[in-house]
C-alpha cells in the first residue's frame, strides 16, 4: 500500500469513515478476533482521469473468531457441500459407518486440534502435536487430517461469507442496468 502511494498509483481509506487513518482500522482489525473483514477502499486519484474508478480490497484473515470455539464437528459430507444444510440433526441421515467415533472426540475443541496428524485418532491418542487450529504448519498443511480438514472448510466458508456478500453487493451496485 506504501509503495502504491509513493509511485502516485493509489491512496487507500476506510471506505465507513475516509477522514480515519487507515491505521486505526487495522489497529481494529487486528485487536477485534470477532471483525472476519477488513474492508478497504482504493481511490485512484493521482489518474490525470477525473473520473478515474474507486476500488475495493476486502480482507478475510484466516483466524478463528472466539464465537465459533466449540466442539469438533463431524467430518464434511457430501449432503453439507451440495447445500443440504450443516445442520448435525439434518445431516444424521448421510453420515457413513466412518462417522461412529464422533464421542470420541466430544472433549475436544476445534481451536484445540494439533496440526502435526496423519489421521483423525492423533488428535484423541496422545499425539495432538504442533501449532493449534487454524494455525497449522508448512508440514501440517501437507497431511491434513480429515477432523482438521473439515473443520478448516467450515472455517473458511463461514468467514468468507461477510466478504462474498460485500462483493456480490458491490458488483450488483455497478452493474449495468
Known amino acids: 500500500m506504501e509503495v502504491s502511494v509513493q509511485l502516485k498509483?493509489?491512496?487507500?481509506?476506510?471506505?465507513?469513515?475516509?477522514?480515519?487513518s487507515l491505521e486505526v482500522l487495522f489497529e481494529r482489525f487486528k485487536s477485534d478476533p470477532e471483525m472476519l473483514t477488513l474492508h478497504v477502499g482504493i481511490s485512484y486519484c493521482f489518474s490525470d482521469d477525473s473520473d478515474?474508478?474507486?476500488?475495493?480490497?476486502?480482507i478475510v484473515k484466516n483466524r478463528l473468531p472466539p464465537s465459533m470455539k466449540g466442539n469438533v464437528r463431524p467430518r464434511v459430507h457430501h449432503m453439507?457441500?451440495?447445500?443440504?444444510?450443516?445442520d448435525s440433526a439434518d445431516m444424521s441421515d448421510s453420515m457413513s459407518d466412518e462417522d461412529d467415533d464422533e464421542d470420541t472426540f466430544v472433549d475436544l475443541r476445534t481451536d484445540?486440534?494439533?496440526?502435526?496428524?496423519c489421521c483423525d485418532c492423533?488428535?484423541?491418542n496422545g499425539l495432538n502435536c504442533g501449532?493449534?487450529?487454524?494455525?497449522g504448519s508448512f508440514a501440517g498443511y501437507l497431511y491434513l487430517t480429515p477432523r482438521w480438514a473439515s473443520s478448516l472448510m467450515r472455517l473458511g466458508y463461514a468467514v468468507s461469507r461477510e466478504a462474498t456478500h460485500l462483493v456480490?453487493?458491490?458488483?450488483?451496485?455497478s452493474a449495468p442496468t
Open 112 to 117: 484445540e486440534l494439533g496440526s502435526f496428524g
Open 131 to 135: 501449532p493449534k487450529f487454524p494455525h
Open 52 to 58: 478515474a474508478p474507486g476500488g475495493d480490497l476486502f
Open 122 to 124: 492423533c488428535h484423541v
Open 168 to 173: 456480490r453487493s458491490k458488483a450488483a451496485a
Open 9 to 20: 498509483v493509489a491512496s487507500f481509506f476506510d471506505p465507513a469513515d475516509p477522514r480515519q
Open 80 to 86: 453439507e457441500v451440495a447445500g443440504g444444510g450443516n
